[in-house]
C-alpha cells in the first residue's frame, strides 16, 4: 500500500513570494491533515479536512494560508505572501475511521525556507 | 485544553540496552488516544504504537512497549534492545475523541551510541 505522498521536498522562496505544497493521501483514507514543523517543535494543526469539507481551520492564518481539497482525495497548501516566520515543515497526513485507533499516517514533509 | 509534556529534550543510550522516554499529559476527557511516533533526520513522522485510554492492557509493537499509567497521566514509551538505527527524535501525541487532530509534545531526541 502506497504511503502519503507529498511535493515537493524541499524549496526555498524569498518573502513576499507565493508557494504551493501538494500532498496525496494513503487511498481510502477520507479524513486529509496539514500540520505545520518549526524547528525543534512538534508538529501544530494547520487545517483538517473530511472528503472534501473543512472540519478544523481555527488555527490557519488565513490572511496568508489557504488549502483546499476538491475532489476529496488530493489536497494543495498555499502560502501568499511567505514571511519569514513561515520556514518550517508542513507534514501532510491522513487516517480512516474504519481503523479503530484513527491512526494518522504522515508523508515525507516539504521543507520550505523563507529568506 | 489539551496539553503533551515531554521533559527529556536530549538521551543517550547505549546499543542493546533499553531506553524510557517520558511523556505526561493533561486532559478532562475520560476518552482518549496516546501515540508516539519517531521523526528520523529526513523528516518522516514514522508511527510506532499506540494507547486507548480504556485499554486495559499497556500497548506493545515489537520492541516498542508503552508504559501507561493513567493514574499519573503518563504514557512512557520503552524501546528494549536498542539499535542505531532507532536515534531519531520522538514525540508523543494525544487525539482528544471530539477533536481527531493530534496535539503534540515537544519531542525527545534519542542518540544511539555503539
Known amino acids: 500500500e502506497a504511503g502519503v505522498a507529498q511535493s515537493p521536498r524541499y524549496k526555498i522562496i524569498e518573502k513576499r513570494q507565493s508557494v504551493a505544497f501538494w500532498c496525496n493521501p494513503i487511498?481510502?483514507?477520507?479524513?486529509l491533515y496539514w500540520y505545520q514543523q518549526i524547528l525543534g517543535q512538534g508538529p501544530k494543526l494547520l487545517i483538517q479536512f473530511q472528503n472534501n469539507g473543512v472540519v478544523d481551520d481555527s488555527q490557519l492564518p488565513k490572511d496568508r494560508f489557504s488549502a483546499e481539497r476538491l475532489k476529496g482525495v488530493d489536497s494543495t497548501l498555499k502560502i501568499q505572501p511567505a514571511k519569514l516566520e513561515d520556514s518550517a515543515v508542513y507534514l501532510c497526513a491522513s487516517s480512516s475511521r474504519s481503523v479503530s485507533t484513527d491512526t494518522q499516517y504522515f508523508g515525507p514533509g516539504t521543507r520550505l525556507t523563507v529568506l | 485544553a489539551q496539553k503533551i509534556t515531554q521533559t527529556q529534550p536530549g538521551m543517550f543510550v547505549q546499543e542493546k540496552e533499553a531506553v524510557t522516554l517520558d511523556c505526561t499529559y493533561d486532559?478532562?476527557?475520560?476518552?482518549?488516544?496516546l501515540f508516539w511516533y519517531k521523526q528520523p533526520s529526513s523528516g518522516e513522522m514514522i508511527f510506532l504504537i499506540y494507547?486507548?485510554?480504556?485499554?486495559?492492557q499497556n500497548a506493545t509493537e515489537g520492541r516498542y512497549s508503552l508504559n501507561f499509567q493513567k493514574a499519573r497521566k503518563s504514557a512512557n514509551l520503552v524501546i528494549s534492545a536498542s539499535q542505531l538505527g532507532d536515534s531519531a527524535m520522538y514525540f508523543c501525541?494525544?487525539?482528544?475523541?471530539?477533536?481527531?487532530?493530534?496535539?503534540f509534545g515537544s519531542g525527545t531526541r534519542l542518540q544511539v551510541q555503539p
Open positions: 486532559t478532562s476527557d475520560p476518552s482518549y488516544g
Open positions: 501525541a494525544m487525539r482528544h475523541t471530539g477533536r481527531r487532530a493530534l496535539t
Open positions: 494507547q486507548g485510554s480504556y485499554d486495559q
Open positions: 487511498s481510502g483514507h477520507a479524513t
